[in-house]
């Protein structure tokens, strides 16, 4: 089993996601995968903090890496939670009861996984004991709570550790927003955008040397196509309304 799933991560297997609905696409979780490979062959363990589980999907790899020692699943599970997107979106029987259910039935190590229902302004950075490596930020889907995510993320983030957004697409203006603020702080990065719609702000800048993720940094034609495709309805409507910039 274990060479089984060491086979699985060096051919970046997307079936690793296959047990658990996750709301990613499946070059997000090929992208995910090059992402946790390189990890991987940096560090002989690491930490995985995820703010948005919903149902335990993108959660699923990381459980399954014996590598990753310890992970933190933020969820504040609201009934529903607001969209840049303009409507409200519905999870329903959202918990993270249900959550460690279904990740039971894929692995006996869920003892690492640490569920914390707030968001991240409730949680004292004291809270996360052991530092991540990778955060993922999937909550709500709103520029300001993407840019508070990051914030939070900054704050209990292992030196040269690295964070993804996922949504980019969506939550573009959080994106800028964190950018910038690093670029005032005099603060070094590496920052670039993968299929679909993952962006990957790193503080380790030997991040781009990494044959893997240079390799997946030249599929970026597919994000920046996926990115513009979802926003296209918005030009038609502006275009059909002779709303002109
Ligand atoms: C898009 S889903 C996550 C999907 C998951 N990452 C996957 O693909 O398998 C978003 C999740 O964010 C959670 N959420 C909503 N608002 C939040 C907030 N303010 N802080 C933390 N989590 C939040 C919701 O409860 C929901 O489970």
């Given at each position: 089993?274990?060479?089984?799933i060491?086979?699985?991560?060096?051919?970046?297997?997307?079936?690793?996601?296959?047990?658990?609905?996750?709301?990613?696409?499946?070059?997000?979780?090929?992208?995910?995968?090059?992402?946790?490979?390189?990890?991987?062959?940096?560090?002989?363990?690491?930490?995985?903090?995820?703010?948005?589980s919903?149902?335990g999907?993108?959660?699923?790899?990381?459980?399954?890496?014996?590598?990753?020692?310890?992970?933190?699943?933020?969820?504040?599970?609201?009934?529903?939670?607001?969209?840049?997107?303009?409507?409200?979106?519905?999870?329903?029987?959202?918990?993270?009861?249900?959550?460690?259910?279904?990740?039971?039935?894929?692995?006996?190590?869920?003892?690492?996984?640490?569920?914390?229902?707030?968001?991240?302004?409730?949680?004292?950075?004291?809270?996360?004991?052991?530092?991540?490596?990778?955060?993922?930020?999937?909550?709500?889907?709103?520029?300001?709570?993407?840019?508070?995510d990051?914030?939070?993320?900054?704050?209990?983030?292992?030196?040269?550790?690295?964070?993804?957004?996922?949504?980019?697409?969506?939550?573009?203006?959080?994106?800028?927003?964190?950018?910038?603020?690093?670029?005032?702080?005099?603060?070094?990065?590496?920052?670039?955008?993968?299929?679909?719609?993952?962006?990957?702000?790193?503080?380790?800048?030997?991040?781009?040397?990494?044959?893997?993720?240079?390799?997946?940094?030249?599929?970026?034609?597919?994000?920046?196509?996926?990115?513009?495709?979802?926003?296209?309805?918005y030009?038609?409507?502006?275009?059909?309304?002779?709303?002109?910039?």
């Amino acid at each position: 089993m274990k060479q089984h799933i060491e086979q699985l991560f060096q051919n970046r297997d997307i079936n690793i996601y296959s047990s658990i609905k996750s709301q990613t696409t499946e070059n997000d979780r090929y992208s995910f995968l090059t992402l946790l490979n390189w990890q991987r062959n940096i560090s002989k363990e690491y930490c995985y903090l995820e703010i948005g589980s919903h149902l335990g999907g993108t959660l699923q790899p990381f459980l399954l890496d014996p590598r990753c020692t310890y992970i933190y699943s933020i969820d504040k599970r609201p009934e529903f939670q607001p969209d840049e997107r303009g409507r409200d979106f519905y999870y329903e029987n959202n918990s993270s009861e249900r959550m460690m259910e279904f990740l039971k039935q894929i692995s006996s190590e869920t003892e690492k996984i640490k569920c914390i229902d707030k968001s991240s302004t409730e949680i004292k950075p004291k809270e996360i004991v052991i530092k991540p490596n990778l955060c993922f930020i999937d909550g709500e889907h709103t520029d300001k709570t993407a840019f508070n995510d990051f914030q939070f993320c900054l704050k209990i983030l292992e030196k040269n550790g690295t964070i993804i957004f996922h949504d980019a697409n969506i939550v573009f203006n959080g994106i800028r927003k964190a950018l910038n603020y690093l670029d005032k702080k005099d603060i070094s990065y590496k920052a670039f955008n993968l299929p679909d719609s993952l962006f990957v702000v790193s503080f380790d800048l030997s991040i781009v040397e990494d044959s893997g993720i240079t390799e997946r940094i030249f599929d970026n034609y597919k994000s920046y196509l996926f990115g513009l495709e979802t926003l296209d309805p918005y030009r038609k409507y502006a275009v059909k309304n002779k709303f002109f910039l």
